[in-house]
């Protein structure tokens, strides 16, 4: 692609995520977004884009969500805000993870302890299990870590076959994930903390899930998908993508 083509893509590009992120938000989520329990959180919205996607995930006022690897609890608050008392946030940890980035939890829990609608669920990563059926599973940025040697690994059909089971039917799948090369599949999962979207898309929907839509909200065609997502010259504005899947049903 040529430098005019590139500029133009990434103008087209960003102006589509400016105009997904203009559209008024649901009254549930731009509450939960002023929410002041969340008021240090709040203050990256405008890079994650956390009431956007929330919004774009469809979540509703007494739904119940899985938030699935929380890392540093910014989902979940937006979750639980969103759904209210109503609704409930089942923060998922697999056993696999927490053995080797066992520092995040700690914190985890006294963000999670600040809301009376969040359970912490820690569980093998094969094993995903949820008390009762839920609206939404939410995974950002982790969907990637399953196939690696220190997940298990665990073969994202299974993750993928579990998620289908704690769904209710019709309930939404979200999967936020650092976009790899075309074609690279699983290459760089461990080494660039990358994955394919093909390959995603592949694989979810052969669990039986319809695809139903992405977002731009992350997207950022100036990354060239070949560095490590914690190099200085791409952390933290990596490209992105959004998928929705559903349940049929």
Known sequence: MNG??????????????????????PANIAAAAKD??????????????????LAFAGVQPGAKVVDLIPGGGYWTGLFSASVGSGGHVYAVWPAEYV?????????????????????I??????????PEK???????????????????PTDPAVLNKAVFAAL???????????????GSSLRDTDTLHRIDPATV????TAAG???????PLLANPADDHTKKVFDPSVQGHTDQFIYKFRKPG
């Not at 209710?168 to 075309?182: E, N, W």
């Open 168 to 182: 209710k039917p019709g309930g939404t799948y979200l999967i936020v994930d650092h976009v790899a090369q075309a």
């Open 4 to 25: 005019r083509k590139f500029a133009v893509f990434a103008a087209l590009a960003a102006s589509c995520a400016i105009a997904a992120s203009a559209e008024p938000l």
């Open 121 to 130: 669920l820690e569980q093998p990563a094969a094993q995903l299990t949820t």
């Open 201 to 204: 898309k592949s694989q979810v």
């Open 36 to 53: 002041p329990a969340r008021a240090e959180q709040a203050k990256v919205d405008a890079t994650r884009h956390g009431p956007e996607i």
């Open 99 to 119: 053995k080797v980035d066992g520092d995040e939890v700690k914190p985890y829990r006294e963000v999670a302890a600040k809301y009376a609608n969040v359970s």
């Open 209 to 215: 899930f319809q695809f139903v839509g992405e977002s």
């Open 134 to 152: 839920v609206d939404l599973v939410f995974t950002a940025q982790n969907y990637h870590d399953y196939p690696d040697k220190f997940m298990g």
